[in-house]
Each structure stands twice: as structure tokens, then as C-alpha cells.
């Protein structure tokens, strides 16, 4: 193979002897596109799918934060009740508001604070349950 230096390889006239250099029987069709659409990189979107992901995952410590916060108001919203209940009184949104802090409960990988959580969301239903009996009756 000789190369020679004054030769351009980018374009050629090859469009023209394609006809006559084709295997019998093979024409290209004339409504065809001339020129293939580029290829999209795909290295990016994945790059910046990882780095959704990641921005998805939470931390351990912001599930323990918020699950130790749903547990007291839990806890001051049973203490509410108590109150209410020693006054003669008990508010009729604090049912519904046990309801929401109970359906809110989520597992933090701390053992210890799970099995706390769950004797609380145990007293929410207890009381809730016990609240929407009162209001049954009246």
C-alpha cells in the first residue's frame, strides 16, 4: 500500500461508480437518507443517573432524626389526651392526628429505638381506637 501525502481522504466520488460496483440486483433506494444520525454519547446520562441516585439515597442519621421526632409528637400528642381525658375533655382532631403519627412509622436500623417506636405506635392505635369508641357512643 502507498500513501501519498497530497491526497484528501475526506471526500471522494464514490457516489457515482456506487451504481456500477453494486452486486446485481442491489440498488440503494432513491428515498433513502444520505446521512445516518449521529450517535448520542450515553456516557453522560449515565454519569448523571448515578448521581441522582445518590442524591436519592438518605442517610441512616436523617431517618433516626425524624423517626425520633415523629415518636414525641407522639408522645405529647398521647400527652394532650391525658389532659383532656383528666379535664372531662378530649379534642376531637387528636384521634385523627394518633392516626397520621401512626401510619408515619418507618424502620431506623437502631433496635432499640424501633422496639420504643413500636410500643408508642401500639398506644397510638390503643388510644385512637379507644376515642373513636367514646365518639361512637355520643
Known amino acids: 500500500m502507498k500513501i501519498e501525502p ?8 464514490s457516489a457515482g461508480k456506487a451504481g456500477k460496483t453494486a452486486a446485481p440486483g442491489f440498488a440503494p433506494a432513491a428515498d433513502a437518507p ?8 450515553t456516557g453522560a446520562v449515565t454519569s448523571l443517573d448515578a448521581i441522582l441516585a445518590l ?9 433516626r432524626a425524624r423517626q425520633r ?3 414525641q409528637e407522639a408522645l405529647d400528642a398521647l400527652e394532650e389526651l391525658e389532659k383532656g381525658l383528666l379535664f372531662g375533655r ?3 382532631a387528636l384521634r385523627a392526628r394518633l392516626e ?18 413500636n410500643e408508642i405506635d401500639v398506644r397510638l392505635a390503643v388510644e385512637a381506637a379507644k376515642l373513636e369508641r367514646i365518639s361512637g357512643k355520643v
Not at 444520505?34 to 454519547?41: E, F, I, L
Not at 442524591?55 to 431517618?63: F, H, K, L, S, V
Not at 403519627?101 to 418507618?106: D, H, I, P, Y
Request: aromatic letters at 0%; hydrophobic letters at 30%.
Open 6 to 13: 497530497g491526497r484528501n481522504v475526506g471526500s471522494s466520488s
Open 100 to 117: 397520621a403519627l401512626q401510619g408515619r412509622s418507618e424502620r431506623t436500623g437502631d433496635d432499640g429505638l424501633d422496639a420504643v417506636l
Open 69 to 71: 421526632r415523629r415518636g
Open 55 to 63: 442524591q436519592g439515597a438518605e442517610d441512616p442519621m436523617q431517618r
Open 90 to 92: 378530649a379534642p376531637g
Open 34 to 41: 444520505q446521512r445516518a444520525a449521529a450517535a448520542t454519547p
